[in-house]
């Protein structure tokens, strides 16, 4: 067989660098581009992730979320909009899934049969796909896209630390215990690595507030944000409670904002939001 014939038809794979290039082009769309970290599974990053987009929203910012968690994609379920697919335009590019209040999700889940659908990949080709995934949607502009990371430092985190342009900042979230507190100083380490801002740090699962006398007990601990924050010189950018308004609001598959707008933890996290918004766009004034 002559392998050079003219006739062969062969697969012809984009070079990454020519990807790389169309990815950063993409994301010039968005005027603050804000990463989310934990280091560790198990502290509700993506939860926060997904409320501070939906909190963006209601504070009237256009807002986009791409869920980089290639293998525990979960922006979707938070945001009641795990039944949802991707589409594709007449150009071939992916199309968002609008979420609630004009939100646009990218998630890998959402072009599953199934959320329960593993993704059985190894490190590189993740990065690979990642890079790929923001290179193909069809973003549309906007003043925020928060980009959710998986656990730990590997492939994902470096690959979008190189092909996200003039990263805003980096939010870290970590739960009140010393074990978080020392692996997601991992995730900080990180960031300072790639000279990406550490915007503020995110204690969840901070406290429990009795919903009948208005005692706060302290489950997990009291300190990991604060030494968290102390050590490399950030601040607390809210610590939001334990309620169970957020298993109620997903029983019920809607967002915790808006199915429970009233309860401890979405004051909490507007409270975050608007801090958010205060040192992000306190910037450009």
Not at 60 to 76: E, K, L, Q, T, W
Not at 94 to 105: A, C, S
Not at 132 to 141: D, G, K, Q
Not at 143 to 148: A, F, K, R, S, T
Request: hydrophobic share 45%; net charge neutral; with cysteine.
């Amino acid at each position: 067989m002559n392998v050079s014939s003219s006739s062969d038809k062969r697969v012809r794979f984009t070079p990454v660098f020519s990807l790389i290039n169309e990815a950063k082009s993409k994301l010039e769309v968005f005027k603050y581009k804000i990463i989310v970290m934990s280091g560790k599974g198990g502290v509700g990053k993506s939860f926060i992730t997904s409320m501070i987009a939906l909190g963006l929203a209601l504070r009237g910012r256009r807002v986009a979320v791409m869920d980089a968690d290639v293998h525990g994609s979960s922006i979707p379920l938070f945001l009641g909009i795990q039944g949802e697919r991707h589409y594709a335009n007449e150009r071939g590019e992916i199309l968002p899934v609008e979420g609630p209040l004009g939100v646009q999700v990218v998630a890998v889940n959402l072009m599953l049969d199934s959320p329960e659908t593993p993704v059985i990949w190894r490190g590189p080709l993740v990065g690979r796909a990642i890079i790929e995934l923001v290179a193909r949607v069809a973003w549309s502009p906007g003043e925020y896209l928060l980009i959710d990371l998986p656990p730990g430092t590997g492939d994902a985190a470096i690959t979008i630390a190189q092909v996200v342009p003039s990263i805003t900042g980096a939010i870290l979230v970590t739960a009140p215990n010393a074990l978080s507190e020392t692996i997601v100083a991992k995730a900080a380490s990180f960031a300072r690595s790639y000279k990406i801002r550490l915007l503020g740090v995110v204690e969840n699962m901070s406290y429990f507030k009795c919903p009948h006398c208005g005692a706060i007990t302290n489950i997990m601990g009291e300190t990991g944000g604060e030494k968290l924050a102390s050590k490399y010189d950030t601040i607390i950018l809210g610590r939001i409670p334990i309620d169970p308004a957020v298993n109620e609001a997903l029983d019920e598959g809607r967002p915790l904002l808006l199915a429970k707008p009233k309860s401890e933890a979405s004051k909490a996290i507007l409270n975050l939001v608007d801090k958010i918004i205060g040192i992000v766009e306190g910037n450009d004034s």
